[in-house]
Every structure is written in structure tokens, then in C-alpha cells.
């Protein structure tokens, strides 16, 4: 009789405490169903402050199959999340959020595919429930992403999905001080096989992601996926040069021309200050970001620092 393939969840947290019963509970029933399976269930602790950390470390006393690592700070869902996949041990990770918006009931499509021989399968939001606003900035950031992208563009993909182990060391092996694995997935080309879903409502609690962390995480996208930006400010450099240079020898021959008469005022060369000026500070910012995500990698920065660790010296 061959071995039971050992599967990975792994799930990052942050003060979900009402969430974390029903979490484990819905998984627990996933793989009762999976008899050729079995799984560990690795929580990613962010330094929560209500207690969640305490929960999980109870569930972890009556089950080795769940594994928490605490870390010694908030370090943000993608940092904690990608260091709790490379410390997998199963032949495949599944990631799994906390807030219950990623079924657990999905985890069989998924190994069925992983099967058929994909090394990545993805869950696609095919209908969600955020408001409009959130769906109107969703779409505006993928026409955005997809028009600069130099890599292909996964639409409506959180993450929640499987990955080949081989997936997951080779992404470990690029050092990301800011990673998103989606976008590191479409960077090395695997085949990814993609499964529609309607997200569910959060049930409890509160993202801890505002209006600011997502813009943040869209110019990181941008940033880590594209050049066209910096070739950008190249072309409208050389542009508005050229323009520059053509209204000055207008205005040199209306002078010439009409030199007595002629008086064009301090406006327009205060409006071309301002203008100038405001394209400068774009251009700034956008080289700014470049060369913010260039220190992240030459710092090499641990991804997180863990405070501490449950259950991992139990394989």
C-alpha cells in the first residue's frame, strides 16, 4: 500500500480569533472525505493581538497536524504567509486565508487537477461580494496592470489555490523582499489551471487591509512587474522637452518679429513652471518606487523573524 501524500495548509492570520474554530473544523471534514491524503495546518501568527495565538496553540496540543509560527511583529500577509509556505513538508501547499473567503470545500478540485499533472491551481472570483467602489478600483487596477505588465496577469486571483512543492522552492530561491506569489507564479510560466468560485461574505471581523494598503499593493505590483513606467517617463521626458524647446524659438521669432509690441507676460512662464514642476514630482515618484524596491533586495532582509514555533519538531 503506497504512503499518503501529505498535503500543506497554510494560512496566515491576524486577529481572527471567531474565525479560527470553523477554520479548522471545515478542513478537518475536507480530508475525512480525502482517505489517500493526509495534511499539516500551518498558521502564520502576525503578531495578533486578541487571541488567536492562544486558540490555535490549544488546538495544537490535542493535534500535531496543526503548526503555528508566531512572529515578533506584523510584517504584512504576503511576507508571513510566503515564509510559512517555505516551511512546508508536504508534496503540495494549498493557501488558505483565515477570514473563511476561501472555501476549504475547494481543497478536492484542487488535488484533482494537481493530479492530472498542474503544478498550480488557482481559484478565480468569478462573482464577490465587495461594494461597488472596491469592484470599480478592482477592474480600473487590472486594465492598468494588464496594459504595463510585462509577465501575464492573473484577473480575480487572491492566491488561494495549490502549489507544487517544486513551485514553491523555486519561488524561494528568487530572495522576493515583497512577494505575491501570483505574480511570482506568472513570472517563472508555469501552466496554471484556473477554478471559478463565488467568494463568501466575511463572516466575522474586520479586514485589517484600508483604502492605502491596497494602493500600496498595486504600485508594488506595478513596480515588480513592469519597466514601462520608467520608459515612460523617458519618451514624455524627451516630449516635453522638444515642445519646450519649440515654444521658445516661437516666442524668440514673435519677439524678434515684433519686438516694440510684443509682451507675453509673466503667465505663461509661471504656467509653465507649475506644469513642468508637477510632471518633475511624477517623474521623481516613479523612479522613487523603483529605486525603493532595488533597497528592499540589496538589504536582503529576512522575510519575517519568528518568535516562535509550535508543533514542528513533532514530523
Known amino acids: 500500500m503506497s504512503a499518503k501524500k501529505l498535503v500543506?495548509?497554510?494560512t496566515p492570520c491576524f486577529?481572527?480569533?471567531g474565525n479560527i474554530d470553523e477554520l479548522i473544523s471545515r478542513v478537518r471534514?475536507?480530508?475525512?472525505?480525502l482517505p489517500d491524503y493526509d495534511y499539516e495546518h500551518i498558521f502564520a501568527d502576525n503578531c495578533s493581538k486578541d487571541g488567536t495565538v492562544d486558540k490555535i496553540k490549544e488546538y495544537a496540543k490535542e493535534d500535531p497536524r496543526i503548526k503555528l509560527i508566531v512572529n515578533l511583529r506584523n510584517y504584512g500577509p504576503l511576507r508571513s504567509d510566503l515564509h510559512a509556505k517555505y516551511q512546508m513538508s508536504g508534496d503540495v501547499c494549498i493557501g488558505l486565508v483565515s477570514d473563511l473567503q476561501d472555501p476549504p470545500e475547494m481543497i478536492p478540485e484542487f488535488l484533482e487537477k494537481?493530479?492530472?499533472?498542474y503544478k498550480v491551481v488557482l481559484a478565480q472570483k468569478a462573482k464577490t461580494h465587495d461594494n461597488i467602489i472596491m469592484l470599480a478600483c478592482r477592474r480600473l487596477y487590472y486594465k492598468i496592470i494588464k496594459a504595463f505588465a510585462d509577465?501575464?496577469?492573473f484577473e480575480q486571483v487572491t492566491g488561494f489555490g495549490l502549489y507544487d512543492k517544486e513551485v514553491i522552492r523555486e519561488i524561494e530561491k528568487l530572495e522576493e523582499p515583497e512577494p505575491s506569489i501570483r505574480h511570482l507564479v506568472a513570472e517563472l510560466g508555469y501552466e496554471?489551471?484556473?477554478?471559478?468560485?463565488?467568494?463568501?461574505?466575511?463572516?466575522?471581523?474586520?479586514?485589517?487591509?484600508?483604502f492605502f494598503s491596497y494602493l500600496d499593493y498595486a504600485l508594488s505590483s506595478l513596480v515588480n512587474t513592469s519597466r514601462v513606467p520608467l520608459r515612460i517617463t523617458t519618451y514624455l521626458g524627451i516630449v516635453f522637452s522638444f515642445v519646450s524647446f519649440v515654444f521658445a524659438i516661437i516666442y524668440l521669432i514673435m519677439k524678434l518679429v515684433n519686438w516694440n509690441n510684443f509682451n507675453a507676460g509673466m503667465a505663461p512662464v509661471l504656467i509653465g513652471m507649475f506644469f513642468i514642476g508637477g510632471v518633475v514630482l511624477i517623474f521623481l515618484g516613479i523612479i522613487g518606487e523603483y529605486i525603493g524596491e532595488i533597497l528592499k533586495r540589496v538589504e536582503k532582509r529576512p522575510l519575517v523573524i519568528e518568535k516562535e514555533r509550535v508543533n514542528f519538531d513533532k514530523e
Open 192 to 210: 496554471t489551471y484556473f477554478i471559478k468560485y463565488e467568494q463568501p461574505k466575511r463572516k466575522r471581523g474586520k479586514s485589517s487591509y484600508n
Open 15 to 17: 486577529n481572527e480569533e
Open 29 to 33: 471534514d475536507v480530508f475525512k472525505s
Open 8 to 10: 500543506s495548509i497554510v
Open 151 to 153: 509577465v501575464p496577469v
Open 114 to 117: 494537481w493530479e492530472e499533472g
